[in-house]
């Protein structure tokens, strides 16, 4: 025994591995006892044994072995450490314990594998134990069914998965041992206890007699459910439970909730296998099914119905075959094979499941249709399969389809689709069937009812009933209120019989939860049951998932009418239940109130109530008071007590005081007693009516508060609006809108109507009353910040003004958030069910709001063409359809879901292989999600997820547009959808690193603003861990990033549980990463009760606030998920950085190659190209001719390029790849500039090579190659190149291929690349090229060609024409025959252009045409003559530009329509005739400085009345300080700036659309107009007057005249007005020159149009309107400024001659306006600029030449023409041809000849006249002296002073005189004239004198040069120039201001003895004139502008061009310092202005 005692000596762990058994055994004794012994399962002990465990139970000694399994057991039940050894453990018990002969041995295995389980680890035992079934030896078979089924038998089958078991039953049946199929069926019993029937079809095909064994076996099986009856380690508070019950003797009911819990319903779907069918469908299948004969269709069906049999199939495209599918159903003659495919559609259903969603849409409609056939069999088959389908989908989803169809006329149809309903209602919860469902399904179903035949009724009660049944009677009866008791009856009865798939769970969880609030706080009262039980329906996992699906679409839930209000209200939310009995308190009379009433209050109250004395009626009213305060909530009356508040005087009471007091008292009522709805309508009106009121405004205001918190906001707020906007008071309404704006955000938003307000809002924004508006702007601002955006889609059609006030009012709510509300909560949440009801209205807000839009059913628009256009081979034929989509849905705007075949269309092209395609359609369904809102949420499964799929291309701006429309749908949809079933697991499961790191960066981002998510995420996360070592950096990144929002919703148990299935090594790793999570793991968002962040689940947040949302959550998660949106919105900024690792490799050569680029690209050759042209002549090379490039072309050019192309960019130029071609492009648009030279020496390459180009297909290229061509023919041009014959024939043929592009952008950038051309390249060489071009296949080359030819003939004359212009016409000519409507259209076009130029020689250079083609083009000439005959001016316009090779807009500008040119004519007469155009800036975008500066944020609605502007104050006497040197601005008088301002803003309101307020405006500026002294602050307005003058004449007549209500005296009265201001304007002369010639056109032309306004001869006062008119129009002629009159009536009578519309009684007035003119002409013409008048007069005669003018019906414009032109003529002489210099062209019309002739005539008669005033200056002076008297000489000088142009001459002529004659007497002359032109005369002097002393200012910087003079444009349009001085930005000392300040004084009469000595200067006030430049509807308005113009006309001052003359162009021209000064100045001002706002 020696051998014994050695290893006994051994410590425990030695001897169990000792080769003796003796020694083994007794080291599992001792083993043994201690794992009993050890407490701390976390001892060290445990480890050591770790690796032997194996051993002990593998141990090849029997004794031994069963010791140690004991041994083993004991260490699986202690050790915290046993989980690591199972796998091993358990094989070991498999392979060699379950064999063992002893049943001990075969127990302690079974109990070790249960002990296993224990301890959490099921799967690893399970997957032993399944290994173990696949043993040859039949007794470990057996032992493994065994465990399994003691296991499930204990556990329960929530921890045993069932499904790898059930998998293989079926073979174990088929096992040859009996022992193994005795097993078997056991283990099938036992399954089926816990299963039920979901086991039977996994069983369908084992042996029948097995099968009938089963199923008598399972008969026997007891029905209750069964419980778990051990438990897992984690489930210690189960067990505890479970061992009270049993000591308790098992309380069923108290363990049914969670019994309920503890058996998971277990779904035989999830228990098979899936089925691919797709690959073995019969190949020829989609041929046959569409085969003539119904045999071979029938096959085709037959094979699919055999493959759908299959009860699960695996997940697939199955659109084609539904569509086939669907097909037959709808269209197939053959009633069989349309019950065989809706036999197949409802296989595919029931194998697909959810997965078929996608297609039900489709579907259902089709099937609906169907009913109408009679058959049974094809009624039964289509009954199955729309049952089928409506498995897959929910309710909601399919509610259009199925509305529908309910207003079919087939009698049939009706009543199966109204007992589709039935059965579907059948499978609903009060969750899934919501009020928006219920709604229109009960609308729809109340009228089959009432249907005529009885099938149809019976049909209708049955799923009315079934509807009862569901949602409970609170939730339908609202809908069923008309109905009568019979039918209602009818329909309860049906109710009863209704069995439902959920009803008893629902039924019993709702009787439960009945019991349970009365032991709460609140008596349970009918309504909050109801509601508990909507509740508890939500919580339920199984029907939750289709819950909050239906929130958000629907009809709103609000909108419900006054009478059934209350019953929806309290149904809305769970409400007090005593409140719901009030709403319908009965209206009581007068009588029983007073009887009540005198019960609660003393007597004497009663009797002074109506007292006439205040003081007793006070009194009255605190006695009153005091009972009220008193009075319990119980007892008191609260109808009497109003009632007799409202009793005589009632609400007409007129002492403020008793009527305060009774005000609130009714607040009191409210809040103390029951207040019902009826009480609240006794004194609404009341309470409106006084709201408006100062003094007791706001005691109303809190009544209604009051009543609103007890009858709620939404109905109070309803009433009051109501009643506020049915009477007229405005105050009472801006009132009312205010106090709903702070009770919103008292109340919160809940439950408001907002399509209600939102028709009041609009009426209240077109009052008239400012206030009104402002109230509801404010308004709408709070609305917003419940609402959010969508708000503003209801306003869109606003005038723009008020849109941009609300837009400034949304702006200013921008990330604010909704406060939460402080009122009307505390009733709501005393019922249980509040808070959830207030969940769900909180959601609704939002959606609402877009379910109100009227949306457009577009269905009709996607036709099968449309459809197969987007699927079409070639690519432009899919944009095209593309582009079809886009316009549809931008036409409708808001659409409805049906959108026919489209997504399937969309879909496909999302994986295009023409990525522009792919974007378009990213950016189509990016519009869809806006358009169609949140219905779009059923299109999520087959568009949606799609579009994740385009995460995953490699192109980033693909990857971010895909991610931009994600966005948008989710925002729609919330991510419900998204995360519903297998789709997104899916997607996360491919292997793209791109796809991976942006979907979990979108999830990163949406996941953390959800409240819940579905159990399907949980589908995601092996993905998720997969991605957390996946190979490329980002991904895991991402992976990690999302780790934590994953955690947030699954919970750390679900995240760690799932990693078991990872290798161990991942485990550890993922583990580890949970960990780490689980610390920065954000809290769920808060539910919503605080309004603020609305409903931050479902859809809400991802719709309105995802920021708030976002800080709502820990700061770690919002740290971490804001950077995330961000990066993804770069466009993967982090992606890019780094990039795919196959990019990598890719990157690091060509960072070498970058060391060789620096050089030129170009190599020169010296020679190179002339030789190249040699070889080409001497045809050593190929000619560049052909068709399509072959490819010796393209290899020879690659070696002609190699020498001179560098080697790196000719590898770009020639890459496969399209994207190297655009970076050589790119290059060398880069270098085109430094490499002049290079480029031009390789020229003729470089064009081949572009040639190349325009054969690929790739857009992007050509665009670049475009743009490179404008930029490289510009270069050219510049340098003065011309190309060569060889480089212009091997390029411009194909550059004209490509004007026939389908692409605009493409053809306008050809066409413009053309023009270019002509500037290098003659362009009649260019002719001929264009004219091959014309004989093309391409009709759209035909059409530009043609034009393009046009274009050339009209800009170079008839000279282009090669080879003769006879041939070039006729060629041209035939086009006009065309089959292609725009190609004829372009030839006739181009055939009239030439004959605009040519005249009628084009008829004979034409030759024969057929007559047809004549009688077009005939046509089209005279059409052309009527419109003005545009293209002589388009030539002038051109040539300039061409020449200066601006032409890149010639071609739009060519093509511009001919108004355009009128405008443009406008424009150059405007401007003198100076090409370059003003810069003006529109007025719109003008500041109004004065206004801003005054303006301190508050807004002013207040009329400001002009008067109160004490201008009397300025003229106190002032002591001056000296002030700093500095330029005077002569813009800004500061202290005249706050007159200007209030002026701007009264004319701003003449222009109004109320009429009271354009009164008030207009009265206002007469006011000042008709005050001699401060008519002069209306300088400098003038302009800006008459526009806001003459709009509101053509408001009045396009718009109030029209108008029926007005009332026409008001009209009259705003007539009066505008007229009666006007001629107080027009009689004072200073300011009626102001006007300028554009404003003056468009008040003229509404003058007479007003005067031909046959309505106001209807009206009492009509005559007098046009009589004052007459008398205004002569004012106007008279006293405006002549040359801008004159200039303006040829313009109207031009533009009348043109329009087609106007009436010739227009033009007649014109020209009688005109004759008035010529005969005030003799006294005018020296004030007049002729040269200004001859350019409108040549302008005219080139529009209208004689011919033309003697077409018209009538001969005046004619003689009128000739009549102003001979005046002038006989006025000025042969001095008037001096006067044509602005005239560009004089040869364009016949006005020189016509000039010339008249002149001749008059000379032959009146022999020769002296020329008065052709030199100038001290010599003429010197003649006249010797001519003629000095008093002569005088008069001339002061005549010319006087007048506008020579005012500057004449004060020189002057000064010369005096200087030379100083004796001279020129007092007489100035006697007469006043002050004013006293002053300026002798400040002219003044100013000419220091000039000439030399003060260091030389004559030329004042552009007084003498040459010059003739030309001179207008002055400013002043008489008196008012630049003091500055326009030489002199220095203005002290003494002009005092100047002024005197000139102030002497107006006022105040003493100026002291200043006598020094002469007057001009008044302060006089400011320099508007501009003449721009039309009226550009005029320049704000200072700022005139500033800028000033500035930039002087960077425009050429000496060559007309404006030398220091006034400008009407602006006074600063000097630069001075007008640098002022912009100094204005940037201070603006500052000022910022920080005052600050």
């Not at 998965?161 to 099938?188: G, Q, T, Y």
């Not at 201001?1621 to 006007?1635: G, H, K, N, T, V």
């Amino acid at each position: 025994m020696g051998d014994d005692s050695e290893w006994m000596k051994l410590p425990i762990d030695q001897k169990c591995e000792h080769k003796l058994w003796k020694a083994r055994l007794n080291g599992y004794e001792e083993a043994l006892k201690l794992f009993q012994k050890i407490d701390d399962e976390k001892s060290p002990e445990w480890s050591k044994y770790l690796g032997l465990i194996k051993k002990f139970v593998t141990d090849s000694n029997a004794v031994a072995q069963l010791k140690g399994l004991e041994a083993a057991l004991a260490y699986v039940e202690n050790a915290h450490v046993a989980g690591k050894t199972t796998g091993e453990v358990a094989s070991g018990v498999v392979n060699k314990v379950f064999n063992q002969p002893k049943a001990r041995a075969k127990e302690l295995g079974l109990d070790i594998c249960l002990m296993y389980i224990e301890i959490e680890k099921g799967e690893a035992v399970q997957e032993e134990l399944l290994k173990g079934l696949d043993n040859k030896n039949p007794k470990i078979i057996v032992a493994c069914i065994e465990t399994l089924r003691k296991a499930l038998s204990e556990f329960g089958s929530k921890i045993i998965s069932l499904k790898p078991i059930i998998k293989v039953l079926p073979k174990l049946f088929e096992s040859r041992e009996k022992a193994v199929r005795d097993e078997a069926k056991l283990l099938a019993v036992e399954i089926y206890r816990w299963i039920r029937d979901a086991l039977r079809p996994p069983l369908q095909n084992i042996n029948s007699v097995q099968l009938k064994e089963l199923e008598e076996e399972w008969v026997k099986v007891s029905s209750a459910a069964p419980k778990q009856t051990r438990f897992l380690r984690s489930q210690q508070e189960l067990k505890a439970k479970f061992e009270q019950q049993q000591a308790a003797g098992g309380d069923a009911d108290g363990g049914g909730d969670d019994e309920e819990e503890a058996v998971p319903q277990v779904d035989a779907y999830e228990l098979l296998e899936a089925v691919e069918i797709l690959s073995k469908l019969p190949k020829d299948f989609y041929e046959k099914i569409e085969a003539k004969k119904w045999q071979e269709r029938k096959e085709a069906l037959e094979a699919v119905e055999l493959l759908v049999k299959n009860p699960k199939l695996e997940s697939g495209d199955y659109a084609d075959l539904v569509k086939v599918l669907k097909k037959v159903v709808g269209k197939d003659t053959n009633v069989m094979l349309v019950a065989l495919a809706a036999k197949c559609l409802a296989g595919l259903a029931t194998g697909l499941r959810k997965k078929f969603g996608q297609y039900a849409g489709h579907v259902v409609p089709t099937i609906l249709e169907k009913f109408k056939e009679k058959k049974p069999q094809v009624v039964q088959a289509l009954q199955e399969a729309i049952d089928a389908i409506f498995l897959t989908t929910t309710l909601q989803n399919i509610s259009e389809d199925v509305l529908a169809v309910m207003d079919n006329k087939n009698p049939t149809i009706k009543q199966q689709t109204s007992l589709f309903i039935a059965r579907s209602f059948r499978h609903c919860t009060p969750s899934t069937l919501p009020k928006s469902l219920l709604k229109p399904f009960c609308a729809a179903l109340l009228k089959h009812i009432n249907d005529s035949a009885p099938e149809v009724r019976d049909a209708g009660f049955e799923a009315l009933g079934t509807a009862l049944k569901v949602a409970g009677e609170k939730a339908v009866n609202p809908f069923l209120a008309d109905v009568d008791k019979l039918k209602l009856d009818r329909i309860k009865e049906c109710a009863e019989k209704v069995e439902l798939v959920y009803g008893k769970k629902t039924g019993g969880a709702a009787e439960k939860k009945e019991g349970r609030p009365v032991s709460g706080k609140t008596p349970a009262l009918s309504g909050s049951g109801g509601d508990k039980e909507t509740k508890d329906a939500a919580t339920k996992p199984g029907p939750q998932k289709k819950a909050p699906a239906v929130k958000s679409g629907g009809p709103p839930k609000k909108s419900k009418p006054a009478g059934a209000a209350g019953v929806v209200g309290a149904g809305a939310k769970g409400k007090k239940g005593p409140e719901t009995k009030e709403i319908f308190e009965a209206e009581l009379s007068i009588e029983v109130c007073e009887e009540k009433a005198a019960a609660v209050l003393p007597a004497s109250c009663i009797q002074q109530l109506d007292s006439g004395n205040w003081k007793e009626r006070l009194a009255c009213m605190e006695e009153f008071q005091k009972a009220v305060e008193l009075m319990e909530r119980s007892e008191m009356p609260c109808q009497a007590l109003v009632r007799m508040l409202a009793k005589k005087p009632g609400w007409k009471e007129t002492n403020f005081q008793v009527m305060q007091m009774k005000l609130h008292i009714v607040a009191l009522i409210a809040q103390k007693g029951n207040f019902s709805k009826t009480s609240a309508q006794v004194v609404l009106d009341g309470l409106v009516d006084k709201v408006g009121d100062v003094k007791c405004g706001s005691n109303a205001k809190e009544a209604m508060t009051a009543i609103a918190e007890a009858c709620q906001l939404p109905w109070t707020a309803e009433q009051v609006v109501a009643t506020a906007f049915s009477q007229k008071n405005p105050k009472n309404q801006s009132e009312t809108l205010n106090w709903l704006s702070n009770a919103i955000k008292e109340f919160g938003f809940s439950g408001l109507n907002v399509k209600a307000f939102i028709s009041n809002v609009k009426t209240a924004l077109a009052a008239t009353n400012p206030a009104v508006r402002t109230s509801a702007i404010t308004l709408l601002g709070v609305m917003y910040l419940y609402v959010g955006p969508p708000l503003r889609m209801f306003f869109e059609d606003e005038k723009p003004a008020l849109l941009s006030q609300i837009d400034a009012e949304f702006e200013k709510m921008q990330g604010q958030t909704a406060p939460a509300p402080t009122r009307g909560i505390s009733r709501n949440s005393v019922a249980g069910g509040g808070d959830d009801a207030e969940e769900e209205e909180q959601e609704d807000v939002g959606n609402d709001v877009v379910d109100l839009l009227p949306r457009t059913d577009i269905g009709e628009k996607i036709t099968d063409e449309l459809v197969s256009k987007i699927g079409d081979k070639n690519w432009k034929i899919r944009k095209e359809g593309l582009d079809e989509v886009t316009s549809i849905i931008n036409d409708a705007k808001f659409i409805q879901p049906n959108i026919g075949e489209l997504p399937a269309a969309l879909k496909g092209r999302l994986n295009d292989s023409n990525k522009i395609l792919v974007q378009q359609t990213l950016s189509i369904l990016q519009q869809l999600a806006t358009a169609m809102g949140p219905n779009i949420k059923q299109h999520v499964k087959n568009l949606g997820i799609p579009v994740i799929t385009v995460l995953g291309d490699s192109k980033n701006n693909v990857r971010a547009a895909a991610l931009a429309t994600v966005n948008a749908w989710a925002e729609q949809t919330g991510m419900k959808e998204w995360l519903e079933g297998e789709d997104l697991s899916e997607e996360l499961k491919k292997e793209n690193p791109f796809l991976r790191q942006e979907l979990l960066g979108w999830l990163a981002e949406k996941l953390p603003t959800l409240r819940s998510v579905p159990s399907d995420l949980l589908l995601c996360v092996p993905h998720l861990y997969s991605c957390l070592e996946d190979r490329n950096g980002d991904v895991r990144k991402k992976a990690q990033d999302a780790l934590p929002f994953f955690m947030m919703h699954l919970g750390f148990e679900k995240m760690a549980k799932a990693t078991s299935k990872l290798k161990p090594t991942s485990k550890d790793q993922v583990l580890a990463m949970l960990e780490k999570a689980k610390a920065n793991m954000p809290a769920k968002p808060a539910a919503p009760a605080k309004a603020s962040c609305r409903g931050a689940g479902g859809t809400a947040p991802a719709k309105f606030q995802p920021a708030s949302a976002l800080a709502e959550d820990s700061g770690s998660s919002s740290a971490e998920s804001k950077p995330d949106p961000k990066r993804a919105k770069a466009g993967g900024a982090s992606s890019k950085a780094k990039g795919v690792q196959g990019k990598k490799v890719l990157s690091k050569p060509t960072l070498k190659e970058d060391d060789d680029k620096s050089g030129p690209i170009f190599i020169i050759v010296p020679n190179g190209k002339e030789q190249r042209m040699k070889d080409e002549k001497g045809l050593k090379v190929l000619k560049w001719n052909f068709t399509t490039p072959r490819d010796e072309y393209i290899d020879q050019l690659k070696t002609q390029m190699s020498s001179c192309v560098a080697k790196w960019l000719q590898d770009e130029m020639f890459h496969a790849d399209f994207q190297h071609h655009n970076k050589a492009l790119a290059v060398m648009i880069e270098h085109l500039e430094n490499e002049k030279d290079g480029v031009i020496s390789c020229l003729d390459l470089i064009l081949k090579w572009l040639t190349l180009r325009f054969f690929d297909t790739n857009t992007s290229v050509l665009m670049k190659a475009l743009e490179y061509l404008k930029l490289l023919f510009n270069l050219l041009s510049q340098e003065e190149y011309h190309l060569t014959e060889n480089e212009a024939s091997s390029f411009i043929p194909y550059l004209i291929l490509k004007v026939g592009e389908p692409k605009d952008v493409i053809r306008r950038d050809v066409r413009a690349i053309l023009n270019r051309m002509c500037l290098i390249y003659p362009a009649s060489k260019m002719f001929t090229f264009i004219m091959e071009g014309t004989k093309s296949k391409n009709s759209k080359q035909r059409a530009e060609c043609l034009e393009e030819l046009g274009c050339l003939v009209e800009s170079y004359g008839m000279n282009v024409c090669q080879p003769t212009p006879g041939k070039a016409l006729k060629e041209m000519a035939t086009h006009i025959g065309d089959r292609d409507n725009t190609v004829r259209n372009a030839a006739l076009n181009t055939i009239v252009t030439v004959y605009n130029v040519h005249g009628d020689q084009v008829f004979k250079l034409i030759g024969n045409l057929s007559e047809k083609d004549m009688s077009m083009l005939e046509e089209r000439i005279k059409r052309s003559a009527k419109r003005p005959s545009a293209a002589p001016v388009r030539q002038a316009e051109e040539k300039p530009l061409r020449a200066q090779n601006i032409s890149t807009n010639a071609s739009m500008l060519r093509k511009g329509p001919a108004e355009d040119m009128s405008s443009k004519l406008n424009q150059n007469r405007n401007m003198g005739g100076h090409s370059e155009t003003a810069h003006t800036v529109p007025r719109e975008f003008q500041l109004d400085l004065d206004e801003i500066e005054n303006d301190n944020g508050t807004v002013r609605c207040e009329m400001p009345a002009l008067v109160q502007h004490k201008l009397d104050d300025i003229f106190e006497p002032v002591l001056i300080p000296e002030p700093k040197i500095r330029a005077v601005s002569p813009h800004f008088d500061d202290m005249h700036s706050n007159t200007a301002s209030t002026i701007n803003f009264v004319i701003s309101q003449v222009a109004s659309g109320d009429i009271n307020t354009s009164i008030q405006a207009l009265a206002q500026i007469d006011e000042v107009l008709r005050q001699e002294d401060k008519a002069e602050a209306m300088s400098g307005h003038i302009d800006q007057f008459l526009i806001a003058t003459f709009m509101q004449l053509r408001l009045i007549y396009n718009t109030h005249m029209a108008d029926e209500k007005l009332d026409k005296d008001e009209i009259v009265k705003l007539y009066s007005c505008i007229i009666g201001s006007m001629i107080s304007l027009f009689q004072i002369e200073s300011l009626a020159r102001e006007a300028s010639t554009g404003v003056l056109k468009d008040l003229m032309h509404g003058l007479i149009t007003l005067m031909l306004d046959s309505r106001l001869e209807d009206l009492e006062e009509g005559e007098q309107v046009i009589r004052s008119v007459n008398l205004l129009v002569v004012k106007v002629l008279e006293k405006s400024d002549q040359t801008n009159i004159l200039s303006a009536l040829l313009v109207l009578l031009q533009d009348s001659l043109l329009a087609t519309a106007s009436s010739p009684k227009f033009s007649e007035l014109v020209m009688k306006c005109l004759w008035r003119m010529v005969r005030l002409l003799p006294e005018t013409i020296n004030s007049i600029n002729l040269d200004r008048i001859l350019l409108d007069i040549h302008i005219f005669m080139k529009v209208f030449p004689k011919e033309k003018l003697k077409q018209c019906k009538s001969e005046f414009p004619i003689r009128t023409l000739k009549t102003l032109l001979h005046t002038l003529c006989k006025l000025k002489g042969p001095k008037i041809l001096d006067h044509l210099t602005m005239i560009d062209n004089k040869n364009e019309s016949e006005l020189e000849a016509h000039l010339c002739r008249v002149v001749k005539h008059s000379m032959d008669q009146s022999g020769n006249k002296a020329d008065k005033d052709t030199e100038k200056g001290a010599s003429r002076i010197e003649e006249k002296a010797s001519k003629a008297k000095v008093n002569d000489i005088l008069a001339e000088i002061f005549k010319k002073i006087g007048s506008k142009e020579n005012t500057k001459e004449g004060l020189a002529e002057l000064y010369e005189y005096k200087k030379k004659y100083s004796d001279a007497d020129i007092e007489p002359f100035l006697k007469n004239s006043s002050q004013f032109f006293q002053s300026y005369v002798e400040r002219g002097l003044r100013l000419i004198e220091t000039e000439r002393e030399g003060k260091g200012r030389i004559a030329a910087s004042t552009g007084i040069s003498s040459q010059m003079e003739g030309t001179c444009v207008p002055a400013s349009t002043h008489t008196v120039s008012s630049s003091i001085g500055n326009s030489n930005g002199e220095e203005v000392g002290p003494s002009v201001y005092l100047e002024r300040l005197k000139i102030l004084r002497q107006r006022c009469g105040l003493d100026n003895a002291k200043q006598e000595d020094r002469p007057p200067l001009t008044s302060l006030l006089s400011k320099p004139a508007l501009p003449t430049v721009a039309s009226s509807t550009d005029m320049l308005h704000s200072k700022l502008s005139q500033l800028r113009e000033s500035r930039e006309q002087y960077q425009h001052l050429d000496l060559d061009s007309n404006q030398t003359h220091s006034s400008g162009i009407g602006t006074t021209l600063a000097s630069p310092s001075s007008a640098a000064a002022n912009i100094d100045d204005l940037k201070k001002r603006l500052e000022r202005i910022k920080s005052s706002r600050k």
